[in-house]
């Protein structure tokens, strides 16, 4: 979703800003639209270290392992990042790593 340019779903998976988040879900944001690489929400989440809003992107999300434009998933962003709380929580939800050794993110 955006205005005025600013893409401001990821703005919120990056920035860890649950609230704003929430706000973009109410009046109806996809957690699945992608940005210019292909990553979604739970991409950045991943990516990012932000388990809590991990944690309320996967309890709506039909998708743990969403594959961004290089094939690589949430859980592969989360490894390569050394986020092994989000690692754990993806791992619970049904996420998987497409990349053996993660060298190639």
Same mark, same amino acid.
């Given at each position: 979703?955006?205005?005025?340019?600013?893409?401001?779903?990821?703005?919120?998976?990056?920035?860890?800003?649950?609230?704003?988040?929430?706000?973009?879900?109410?009046?109806?944001?996809?957690?699945?639209?992608?940005?210019?690489?292909?990553? %979604?929400?739970?991409?950045?989440?991943?990516?990012?270290?932000?388990?809590?809003?991990?944690?309320?992107?996967?309890?709506?999300?039909?998708?743990?392992?969403?594959?961004?434009?290089?094939?690589? %998933?949430?859980?592969?962003?989360?490894?390569?990042?050394?986020?092994?709380?989000?690692?754990?929580?993806?791992?619970?939800?049904?996420?998987?790593?497409?990349?053996?050794?993660?060298?190639?993110?």
């Amino acid at each position: 979703w955006t205005l005025d340019g600013a893409d401001y779903d990821f703005t919120a998976a990056i920035t860890g800003n649950i609230r704003a988040m929430a706000i973009l879900i109410n009046i109806g944001q996809q957690i699945t639209q992608t940005d210019h690489a292909g990553m %979604t929400v739970l991409h950045h989440a991943a990516a990012n270290g932000h388990t809590e809003l991990l944690t309320q992107l996967l309890r709506i999300s039909t998708d743990a392992a969403p594959k961004d434009a290089r094939g690589h %998933t949430p859980l592969d962003h989360a490894l390569k990042a050394g986020h092994q709380d989000c690692v754990n929580i993806l791992k619970a939800a049904g996420g998987d790593t497409t990349i053996p050794d993660n060298s190639d993110i």
